[in-house]
Nanobody
Framework: QVQVVEYGGNLVEPGGSLRLSCVAS????????MSWYRQAPGKERELVAT????????NYGNFVKGRFTISRDNTKNTAYLQMNNLKPEDTAVYYC??????????WGQGTRVTVAS
């Protein structure tokens, strides 16, 4: 069964850090790209970060400004999002998207991040 599951969401104080994990399982097609998106209440879903599995090349949304780092472990079909210096405006549900060679994209159900005192 093809599955994408996110882990790591939590309540954290401003200035704090969280590490999110995205685990992909049951895939028979090679994973090409793994990405993190987020959606805050009342807002559209936006791209946070992307990593190309083969090359490790990364790309980030403009708002990240060096605070977040995406990485991947190809042996585990897992992508990580290290988030530092979190701000209240980072509060959102964070989703993982997996793009595969010759197959439909798969999204996870999301993990909630709340940044508040």
């Amino acid at each position: 069964q093809v599955q994408v599951v996110e882990y790591g969401g939590n309540l954290v104080e401003p200035g704090g850090s969280l590490r999110l994990s995205c685990v992909a399982s049951g895939f028979t097609n090679s994973i090409r790209v793994m990405s993190w998106y987020r959606q805050a209440p009342g807002k559209e879903r936006e791209l946070v970060a992307t990593v190309i599995n083969r090359s490790g090349v990364t790309n980030y949304g403009n708002f990240v400004k060096g605070r977040f780092t995406i990485s991947r472990d190809n042996t585990k079909n897992t992508a990580y999002l290290q988030m530092n210096n979190l701000k209240p405006e980072d509060t959102a549900v964070y989703y993982c998207r997996v793009q595969r060679d010759g197959a439909q994209d798969i999204w996870g159900q999301g993990t909630r991040v709340t940044v508040a005192s």
